[in-house]
């Protein structure tokens, strides 16, 4: 293996057959290329999915009401249906194990002043539920707490860009916003993975948001992360359930899809996963494919240099050389070509995905990427094909007796 002598022929021989080394090595850098960017762009794919439903929590399950279209029980249709608070502590209350976090939210959009700054945000009544279902990371400050909604204060936790537009220099927290004519004390401010849209709401106790609004107890959503040990199938049926008990409650027909509007993270990452397994499946076939290809190419490229080579070994056998040394020789020749090969390919496959980076973000296909230990098993893959390819052919000749050897054309 460390014999000098041997490495010097291995190398004197590749310098000397340039194009049929670059044949064989082409095979290989080819299919180890091609495996690295499918595979990294299947990765974009997924990441590109994952981070759609990384933005709320992905346990969420959200109810709305709007308006009947079928009569039901004596009652018309185009019916407005409106949740309360009885309705959301009826809902939360239900089934309480399979029951997560969970808030319920006023919404209305409010003139809102800061000294000579002013402007209309959207204004959230909620509880302290929403910053785990809206996924948002506090900057500074705190959130709602449990207290705020009992006695009904006037706190409000605000977005980065209604920091940004608002309150310019130095820390919101501490500082008084008019809310609608009704002062409210900055308590914390927030981002959030949903972009500029999220981060231009302010969310204050759904108590003193209902009482602002001459002691309504409307609830405009209400928002419930599922117990995460639920299955996928499990969590819908709890949402489908859901939804036939708030229809019961509200006497909107069974069949009426509009007066009930429930939507589920749990249906949708469940066909997701499947379209992603899928996706997986045929990215991994065409990856094997690929391999598969570049294996048989290096084998048929392995049988013709071994022919080309038969006087070559007849000559060496006829001056003593044995089968074992002469199949060692060509073996190790076609592991360092399939070694070099692959480094190649795998460098321009990870240069090849860097440079796509996100560029194809509005394909759905985000930092795309190949872990290293894929990377790795295909490379091993390719290595030990090209030492059976160069084995098995270098074996049959080291058998064949000088004489018809070197009468070979």
């Given at each position: 293996?460390?014999?000098?002598?041997?490495?010097?022929?291995?190398?004197?021989?590749?310098?000397?057959?340039?194009?049929?080394?670059?044949?064989?090595?082409?095979?290989?850098?080819?299919?180890?290329f091609i495996f690295v960017v499918l595979f990294g762009i299947g990765r974009g794919l997924q990441n590109a999915?994952?981070?759609?439903?990384?933005?709320?929590?992905?346990?969420?399950?959200?109810?709305?009401?709007?308006?009947?279209?079928?009569?039901?029980?004596?009652?018309?249709?185009?019916?407005?249906?409106?949740?309360?608070?009885?309705?959301?502590?009826?809902?939360?209350?239900?089934?309480?194990?399979?029951?997560?976090?969970?808030?319920?939210?006023?919404?209305?959009?409010?003139?809102?002043?800061?000294?000579?700054?002013?402007?209309?945000?959207?204004?959230?009544?909620?509880?302290?539920?929403?910053?785990?279902?809206?996924?948002?990371?506090?900057?500074?400050?705190?959130?709602?707490?449990?207290?705020?909604?009992?006695?009904?204060?006037?706190?409000?936790?605000?977005?980065?860009?209604?920091?940004?537009?608002?309150?310019?220099?130095?820390?919101?927290?501490?500082?008084?916003?008019?809310?609608?004519?009704?002062?409210?004390?900055?308590?914390?401010?927030?981002?959030?993975?949903?972009?500029?849209?999220?981060?231009?709401?302010?969310?204050?106790?759904?108590?003193?948001?209902?009482?602002?609004?001459?002691?309504?107890?409307?609830?405009?959503?209400?928002?419930?992360?599922?117990?995460?040990?639920?299955?996928?199938?499990?969590?819908?049926?709890?949402?489908?359930?859901?939804?036939?008990?708030?229809?019961?409650?509200?006497?909107?027909?069974?069949?009426?899809?509009?007066?009930?509007?429930?939507?589920?993270?749990?249906?949708?990452?469940?066909?997701?996963?499947?379209?992603?397994?899928?996706?997986?499946?045929?990215?991994?076939?065409?990856?094997?494919?690929?391999?598969?290809?570049?294996?048989?190419?290096?084998?048929?490229?392995?049988?013709?240099?071994?022919?080309?080579?038969?006087?070559?070994?007849?000559?060496?056998?006829?001056?003593?050389?044995?089968?074992?040394?002469?199949?060692?020789?060509?073996?190790?020749?076609?592991?360092v070509i399939t070694v070099i090969s692959g480094i190649i390919g795998v460098a321009v496959g990870v240069l090849?995905?860097?440079?796509?980076?996100?560029?194809?973000?509005?394909?759905?296909?985000?930092?795309?990427?190949v872990g290293w230990g894929t990377i790795f098993m295909a490379f091993i893959a390719l290595v030990c094909s090209?030492?059976?390819?160069?084995?098995?052919?270098?074996?049959?000749?080291?058998?064949?007796?000088?004489?018809?050897?070197?009468?070979?054309?």
């Amino acid at each position: 293996m460390f014999d000098l002598d041997r490495w010097q022929e291995i190398f004197s021989s590749i310098r000397s057959n340039v194009l049929r080394t670059v044949l064989s090595g082409f095979t290989v850098a080819l299919g180890l290329f091609i495996f690295v960017v499918l595979f990294g762009i299947g990765r974009g794919l997924q990441n590109a999915f994952t981070e759609g439903f990384a933005r709320d929590a992905q346990n969420l399950i959200t109810i709305l009401t709007g308006k009947t279209t079928i009569a039901y029980k004596g009652l018309q249709s185009d019916r407005t249906v409106t949740m309360d608070n009885d309705d959301y502590n009826f809902l939360i209350n239900t089934d309480k194990e399979k029951v997560g976090d969970a808030s319920p939210r006023y919404t209305t959009n409010l003139m809102v002043k800061y000294g000579k700054e002013s402007g209309t945000y959207q204004i959230n009544g909620a509880e302290p539920g929403e910053q785990v279902i809206e996924n948002r990371k506090m900057i500074d400050g705190r959130y709602l707490s449990p207290m705020d909604l009992e006695r009904k204060l006037n706190v409000a936790v605000i977005g980065r860009m209604v920091q940004r537009d608002l309150i310019k220099n130095g820390s919101p927290v501490g500082k008084d916003l008019n809310i609608n004519g009704t002062m409210f004390k900055v308590v914390g401010v927030f981002s959030d993975d949903g972009g500029d849209w999220d981060e231009r709401h302010i969310t204050v106790p759904i108590t003193t948001l209902q009482q602002m609004k001459k002691g309504s107890d409307t609830v405009s959503t209400t928002f419930i992360a599922y117990n995460e040990k639920l299955t996928p199938q499990e969590a819908i049926k709890y949402g489908d359930e859901l939804k036939d008990r708030l229809k019961a409650r509200k006497n909107v027909a069974p069949d009426d899809e509009n007066g009930v509007r429930v939507w589920n993270n749990a249906r949708n990452m469940n066909e997701t996963f499947q379209f992603m397994a899928v996706l997986t499946l045929i990215v991994g076939f065409i990856g094997l494919g690929t391999l598969l290809a570049g294996i048989i190419g290096i084998s048929n490229i392995m049988v013709y240099i071994v022919k080309e080579r038969t006087k070559e070994i007849g000559v060496r056998k006829a001056i003593g050389a044995k089968p074992r040394s002469i199949v060692a020789l060509i073996v190790q020749e076609s592991v360092v070509i399939t070694v070099i090969s692959g480094i190649i390919g795998v460098a321009v496959g990870v240069l090849a995905l860097s440079l796509i980076g996100d560029s194809l973000e509005e394909y759905f296909i985000k930092n795309p990427s190949v872990g290293w230990g894929t990377i790795f098993m295909a490379f091993i893959a390719l290595v030990c094909s090209g030492l059976i390819a160069g084995f098995v052919p270098a074996y049959r000749a080291s058998r064949i007796k000088p004489i018809e050897a070197l009468r070979t054309e």
